[in-house]
């Protein structure tokens, strides 16, 4: 097994998702058989194959700094769940 | 009227014809349409929403200004339904996910833009597996779509609302998003024709992200010159996506010539047996007939062999997640959707509980293979493996193309199959994607065209595979199979079942 209920636990924080009990077991056992099915491409000799990160060969997509409109606040807001003067509003950060 | 069958029947170039000779009204296309909905959607259940309200003032926009006398473009006034992937200003737009319920888009994806510009008529927004991450659209948080060929079957997904709408008679043409498959294996399932674009041809725009660098919008339509059509009007560079190709937009009607004598086509055995395991008998049958039309048509059909192709799930399948686990992180219950209202928690808690009821089973499940993916000492052993490996998936394809014109295959390993079938095997739901993955891997364009029907009347698709840019190949070759045969005129059509209601089932 790679994938204990406690590394489950700790990848859920860091995906801030919480899973409850029945939840982490079911995930433990099917992200494990799906690890198992990817263990395969270990066999693949990679030795310098550069990895793809783009279907199309583009670099430095650059395009001229002009200014144009953009969202009023209002529209920005208009679909936060809470907001209080023109800011989105969320629960205490800081202690 | 083309014989007679009713306008929400006929085709959009069809439509197109008769709108542009006054014929008729996109008021009345319209009319025909909704009668269609309100007869079948019940038992499909394709929309999630319908936009009557934008809809009407549309086609009556579109018949103002026609009897003024203005030339307008070729779809004006044909209706299309959108996947809820799609941006739509002021409309709600979901992607099938509780977490968004109730968002109202400030703004238009860029190809909605398009279709507004071009006169298309908005009929609503299509079911579809949450965030696109599945194959049957049962994923939905909002109830799932029923095939029109068979209601106890899936329409196939993750575009499945927009397939069932076409295939059902309640759309004309509509879109779909395709990440691993999910314009063509759903557009296969529904007996309909479904492209996915090269990489970067259109716009992603405004288009809900799931895995960005796979990630591709195209339309599904009944035929294949309506295909052509609504490539005119998505196809091109747009600013606003850094991954968008400058090339010219050809006329991509022009290439629908009857004509594939010399075309060079490759059978790809790794669309045929995926790691020794053979496409369902049926289906295999089919598309080997298919091939042998394109042969008779003139064509010169081979066994071409992909090996890395074989690799192409466990590559996918930690390359997606990885990408959606960064993409779906802005889902925190903070800018927009729904926000879990519990007293006295911190902001972790939060985010934590928001996403936890926000976000149905199969889009945790991604976010945290994703995760685990990505995370610390695991980067190289995951996500750098997969995308060497995704290059030699490429270079396989660039090496087919040195030898071939095109590509062909199966779209799915088997007909839509049964509604809850494939539910609680996570693994054997990701293998029925395993012959439309490889393309988005390469980026390269692809296509699904109805090329036979099974025992049971379930359509069957072959699927074409072209070059970076070779959509026009790839249609020309799919426009003269399709006019060499009758599969594509097959509609699922509405009966009177025993208690009374219209249900949608296959004739014939």
């Known amino acids: 097994m790679r994938l204990t209920p406690e590394q489950v636990e700790h990848v859920a924080l860091l995906a801030r998702l919480q899973l409850g009990e029945e939840e982490r077991a079911r ?3 099917q992200l494990n058989s799906i690890l198992e099915h990817f263990e395969q491409l270990q066999q693949i000799d990679t030795s310098g194959v550069p990895p793809m990160s783009h279907a199309v060969p583009m670099s430095n997509v650059l395009r001229d700094d002009d200014p144009g409109p953009s969202l009023s606040p209002e529209e920005a807001l208009q679909n936060a769940p809470d907001k209080a003067r023109g800011c989105f509003r969320v629960p205490r950060v800081l202690e | ?77 044909v209706p299309l339904a959108l996947k809820d992937i799609y941006c739509t200003k002021d409309i709600e737009t979901t992607c099938a996910s ?40 049962e994923n939905s948080a909002f109830g799932v779509t029923h095939n029109p060929w068979d ?19 309640e759309a004309i043409c509509s879109m779909g998003t395709d990440t691993g498959g999910s314009i063509r294996q759903p557009a296969s399932f529904c007996g309909v024709v479904g492209l996915k674009p090269t990489y970067g041809r259109v716009s992603r ?134 926000r879990s209202a519990d007293e006295g928690q911190d902001i972790i808690g939060m985010y934590r509980e928001t996403r936890d009821r926000g976000f149905g089973a199969e889009v945790k499940r991604r976010i945290m293979l994703g995760t685990y993916a990505l995370s610390a000492g695991y980067y190289d052993a995951y996500y ?65 065209i109805p090329c036979g029907f099974s025992a049971d009347g379930l359509p069957i698709g072959m699927h074409l595979v072209g070059k970076p840019l070779g959509e026009e190949t790839m249609l020309r070759a799919a426009y003269t199979f399709e006019q060499s045969t009758d599969f594509h005129r097959r509609r699922a059509q509405p009966v009177e079942t025993r208690d009374g209601r219209c249900a949608v089932v296959a004739r014939g």
């Open chain 1, 27 to 29: 995930f433990t056992t």
């Open chain 2, 1 to 77: 009227m083309s014989g007679s069958r009713a306008l929400n029947e006929l085709t959009a170039h069809e439509l197109s014809d008769l709108l542009a000779r006054r014929e008729v009204s996109a008021r009345e296309i319209l009319d025909a349409v909704w009668t269609r909905i309100d007869q079948v959607e019940g038992d499909v259940n394709a929309y999630l929403r319908q936009t009557r309200e934008v809809a009407a003032a549309q086609a009556a926009e579109v018949d103002e200004r026609r009897a003024a006398g203005e030339k307008l473009p070729p779809l004006a006034g």
């Open chain 2, 98 to 137: 509780r977490i968004l319920q109730g968002f109202r888009p400030p703004y238009d994806a860029h190809v909605v833009e398009r279709c507004r510009t071009n006169g298309l008529v908005f009929l609503g927004k299509t079911n579809m597996d949450e965030f696109a991450m599945g194959s049957s659209t």
């Open chain 2, 151 to 169: 209601l106890d079957r899936v329409p196939g997904g993750s575009s499945g609302g927009s397939a069932a709408s076409v295939a059902g008679s």
């Open chain 2, 205 to 338: 725009y405004g288009v809900i992200a799931f895995a960005s660098s796979l990630d591709q919008v195209g339309p599904i339509t009944k035929d294949v010159r309506d295909c052509a059509l609504m490539m005119n009007v998505l196809a091109g560079r747009d600013r606003r996506d850094s991954t968008s190709i400058e090339a010219p937009v050809p006329d991509y009607t022009e290439a629908l010539l009857p004509e594939v004598k010399g075309l060079r086509i490759g059978l790809v055995k790794e669309f045929m047996e995926y790691q020794g395991v053979g496409v369902d008998a049926e289906v295999g049958d089919a598309i080997r007939s298919a091939a042998a039309r394109l042969q008779e048509l003139g064509a010169e059909c081979q066994e071409v062999s992909l090996t890395h192709l074989n690799y192409s799930i466990p590559v996918y399948y930690i390359i997606a997640p990885a990408e959606a686990s960064s993409n779906l992180a802005r889902y925190d219950g903070v800018q927009y959707g729904y």
């Open chain 2, 384 to 448: 750098l493996k997969a995308s060497q490996v995704r290059t030699l998936i490429r270079r396989d394809f660039d090496r087919a193309f040195e030898q071939f014109d095109l590509l062909i295959g199966p779209v799915s390993p088997s007909v839509a199959f049964r509604l809850g079938e494939k539910t609680e095997d996570p693994l054997a739901m990701y293998l029925s994607d395993v012959c439309t993955i490889p393309v988005n891997l390469g980026g390269l364009p692809g296509m699904s």
